[in-house]
C-alpha cells in the first residue's frame, strides 16, 4: 500500500488530480480485495471496519503513458517550427564597402564587394574592382592589417606580414596574374605612405597590366608595444590603359580604418617641418604635382561670336524671245516691193 500512496502523490504532483478516498464495507465470507491484500476478516454480527481504496494501477500507468506522449508531441511541434540554419564551408564572410580599409582614388575605380576574414592578430581583405578589362580575373586591392607581429605559442589563427622579397612577389603574380609576363620597374617610386614597388606586362588579348605592392610599417619598431602594419597588393588590369594612369591608384589610395590601441602606429612619427618654412628670402610658389596651381582653375576660354554665313542666291534674267530677222530693204525701194526674179537689181541714182 505504501507504494501504491507514493504513486499516487507522484500523479497529484503531476497532473493536479486528487485522489479521494471512500470507505469500503466488507461483509462475512467477502472481500472486495485479492486474497493477498485482505485483512482479518472480523466475526459475523461484528460491525463493518472502514478501508481505503487505492487508485488502480492502470490509471496511473495510463496517466503517465498520456504525460510522456505529450512532452513527446512538444518537442517534436518545437523541433518543426525552428528555423533552417545552413552554414558554408568559407573562409571569409562579405561586409558592406563602407568597411573597406582601403578606399581607390576619387574617380576610380569603384569597389564592388568586400571579403574580410578575421584572425587572431588582424584582418584580411579583398576588395573587388570594377573591372572593364578582356583578361580572365578580377582588378582588386588585397589589404592585410595587423596588430601584432609576434605570434603567442600554439595559435594556428595566426597571420604574418606578407614578404615583399622577389620570390614573394613573383609567387603572388603568377596567382594572381597567371600567364602573363610582368616586368619588375627599376626605378625608386614612393607615394604618401613610403616607397612602394611594382610590375607591369600586357596580357594576349592586349590590356595592361599592373602589380603594386607596399608594405607599411614604421622603421624603427617599439620592444615595449606592438606597432602594427598594413601590407597592400593591387591587381589592375586595363585595354589600352598607359602605365601612368594604372599607377595613378598606387600614389593616390587612401588608408581609413585604425586599431583602438595607444600603441597602434604603423606611420612612425610625423616628419619634422622643413627649416625653411616662414624664413625670409625663401618663396614659396602654389606648385603641385600637376604643375601651377590657380586658385580660380584654368583662365576660361572666350569664344568669338559666331557669324552667320548666308547663302548668295544668283537671279538669273527672265529669257527675252528672240524676233526673226528681216532682211535690210535696199536704199530706193519702197518697203514691201520685191524685186522681179530674172531681172538685175539696178542701184538707185
Not at 488530480?17 to 459475523?44: E, F
Not at 481504496?53 to 525552428?82: F, H, K, N, Q, W
Not at 602594427?228 to 598607359?242: N, S
Request: charged letters at 20%; hydrophobic letters at 35%; aromatic letters at 4%.
Amino acid at each position: 500500500m505504501a507504494h501504491l500512496r507514493s504513486a499516487g502523490s507522484r500523479l497529484r504532483g503531476m497532473t493536479g488530480l486528487r485522489l479521494v478516498s471512500r470507505p469500503v464495507r466488507r461483509t462475512a465470507g467477502a472481500s472486495s480485495l485479492p486474497s493477498d491484500m485482505a485483512g482479518p476478516v472480523p466475526a459475523t454480527g461484528a460491525s463493518p471496519v472502514p478501508a481505503t481504496e487505492a487508485p488502480p494501477l492502470r490509471l496511473v500507468s495510463g496517466l503517465i503513458r498520456r504525460g510522456v506522449v505529450g512532452l513527446l508531441l512538444v518537442s517534436l511541434a518545437a523541433c518543426a517550427t525552428r528555423p533552417l540554419e545552413v552554414r558554408t564551408q568559407t573562409l571569409g564572410s562579405e561586409v558592406a564597402a563602407t568597411r573597406a580599409i582601403v578606399l581607390p582614388p576619387p574617380g576610380g575605380p569603384s569597389i564592388v564587394t568586400v571579403v574580410e576574414r578575421n584572425r587572431t592578430n588582424g584582418v584580411e581583405q579583398e576588395l573587388a574592382l570594377s573591372t572593364v578589362g578582356r583578361t580572365s580575373g578580377q582588378n582588386a586591392i588585397y589589404v592585410t592589417l595587423l596588430d601584432a607581429l609576434e605570434s603567442a605559442e600554439g595559435d594556428t589563427d595566426f597571420i604574418r606580414l606578407p614578404s615583399i622579397s622577389r620570390r614573394a612577389i613573383e609567387n603572388e603574380m603568377d596567382d594572381r596574374l597567371p600567364g602573363i609576363h610582368m616586368r619588375v620597374s627599376p626605378y625608386f617610386v614612393q607615394n604618401k605612405y613610403g616607397p612602394f614597388g611594382y610590375a607591369v606586362g600586357r596580357s594576349a588579348r592586349g590590356d595592361t597590366c599592373l602589380y603594386g605592392w607596399q608594405n607599411i610599417l614604421p622603421a624603427e619598431r617599439s620592444l615595449l608595444e606592438p606597432n602594427g602594419a598594413i601590407a597592400v597588393r593591387v591587381r589592375l588590369c586595363e585595354p589600352g590603359a598607359p602605365e601612368e594612369a594604372l599607377l595613378r591608384l598606387m600614389y593616390d589610395y587612401s588608408v581609413v580604418a585604425h586599431v583602438r590601441s595607444p600603441g597602434w602606429n604603423p606611420y612612425g612619427e610625423p616628419p619634422p617641418v622643413s627649416p625653411t618654412l616662414g624664413r625670409l628670402s625663401v618663396p614659396v610658389y602654389p606648385i603641385s604635382r600637376n604643375g601651377f596651381t590657380r586658385p580660380l582653375g584654368p583662365t576660361p576660354t572666350i569664344a568669338a561670336p559666331a557669324t552667320t554665313i548666308r547663302p548668295v542666291v544668283r537671279i538669273e534674267p527672265e529669257p527675252v524671245p528672240l524676233r526673226p530677222a528681216v532682211a535690210p530693204v535696199p536704199q530706193g525701194q519702197q518697203p514691201g516691193q520685191q524685186p522681179l526674179e530674172g531681172f538685175p537689181t539696178i542701184p538707185p541714182p
